[in-house]
């Protein structure tokens, strides 16, 4: 090694990017071919990383936002295989595809939580904006408090005591029979509820993953 050398700069070392659960903010996902024609053969940035606590640092959930040009969707990690992809959608959009009474029972907690919820339209007729995104028939399995952070606990435990980072929701879900697809609530102080149409999908359809350029 030369005397100055040392004092040369080093070039950073290329982050590499091979799995899902290692996205960060801007990187970049391709899909391939997709039942959810909407995601086919288009790139998403991630916009957003956020957790839901479900009781505890095992139970916690990490969901990246990804965005294009004219769609949010959310991603979830299920495990090495299987990606949870999410859309949230309005409740006019729902009362299209199911019946208002059953979603209200669905959300009252003094009902029980062994509700099924049955499309009232035919799978080839849905609205263009979430074809891919339903299924027929959903059976509940759960209804609990849930804790949404603005943030990413990854590599952190949640906080023990409330401190005011967090927002309590009401969150129920149900799973079609296949457990191809998944229907979700939340509902927030005041009454402001978010619905999404999850969809899982085998790891396979993304084509690619492309980290943020480094400055």
């Not at 499309?119 to 027929?136: F, K, R, Y």
């Not at 603005?150 to 435990?157: A, I, L």
């Not at 927030?188 to 619905?195: I, L, Q």
């Amino acid at each position: 090694m030369g005397l100055f050398d040392r004092f040369k700069e080093k070039k950073p070392v290329a982050r590499k990017l091979e799995h899902p659960h290692d996205l960060l903010i801007g990187d970049m996902v391709d899909f391939a071919l997709m039942s959810q024609t909407d995601l086919s053969n288009k790139s998403f940035q991630v916009t957003k990383i956020w957790t839901l606590d479900l009781g505890g640092d095992k139970h916690k959930r990490i969901y990246f936002q990804l965005d294009d040009v004219d769609l949010s969707i959310r991603l979830r990690v299920v495990d090495n295989n299987t990606l949870e992809l999410g859309l949230e959608v309005y409740p006019e959009t729902l009362l299209k595809v199911f019946s208002e009474s059953d979603i209200a029972n669905i959300l009252d907690p003094d009902t029980g939580v062994n509700h099924q919820l049955r499309a009232n339209v035919s799978m080839d007729v849905l609205p263009p904006e979430i074809a891919g995104w339903v299924a027929e028939n959903y059976r509940q399995e759960g209804f609990e408090l849930a804790y949404r952070y603005e943030d990413d606990f990854r590599n952190k435990s949640l906080p023990e005591h409330e401190d005011d980072s967090e927002d309590a929701c009401d969150f129920a879900w149900l799973f079609s029979d296949n457990r191809q697809h998944s229907l979700e609530f939340r509902v927030f102080d005041g009454g402001r509820t978010e619905a999404h149409l999850c969809a899982y999908i085998p790891i396979r359809k993304i084509d690619g993953l492309w980290p943020a350029k480094q400055a």
